[in-house]
Nanobody, 127 residues
Framework: QVQLVESGGGLVQAGGSLRLSCAAS????????MGWFRQALGKEREFVAA????????DYADSVKGRFTISRDNAKNTAYLQMNSLKPEDTAVYYC????????????????????WGQGTQVTVSS
């Protein structure tokens, strides 16, 4: 497994932006597909975005498409989630996750598609 630590969460007004970071250590980050999930209070954890190990393929939940961008810098062992035009319904704890090897992007939409998880970072969007 790879160790993952998220950062960059906070409180922002609706319409604002945040960039989350996910720093990895312990394994070869470049071998890992990465995903972002979120969990609002009282709700199940849901898929937000995923990126292949090379960064050439990305996938987004419909609710964030056009507003969020997932990216990675393998030289820095870090994945990112740029969140623009934030809405109050984006409020949640955001988690990054990693899965080694080549996995179908459809598999990366599920929580069982990953073997490593970070501890989460809170994002709160006020109206």
């Amino acid at each position: 497994q790879v160790q993952l630590v998220e950062s960059g969460g906070g409180l922002v007004q609706a319409g604002g932006s945040l960039r989350l970071s996910c720093a990895a250590s312990g394994r070869v980050f470049g071998n890992y597909a990465m995903g972002w999930f979120r969990q609002a209070l009282g709700k199940e954890r849901e898929f937000v975005a995923a990126i292949s190990w090379s960064g050439s393929i990305t996938d987004y939940a419909d609710s964030v498409k056009g507003r969020f961008t997932i990216s990675r810098d393998n030289a820095k062992n870090t994945a990112y989630l740029q969140m623009n035009s934030l809405k109050p319904e984006d409020t949640a704890v955001y988690y990054c996750a990693g899965q080694p090897g080549i996995a179908p992007m459809t598999r990366l939409r599920g929580t069982d598609g990953y073997d490593s998880w970070g501890q989460g970072t809170q994002v709160t969007v006020s109206s």
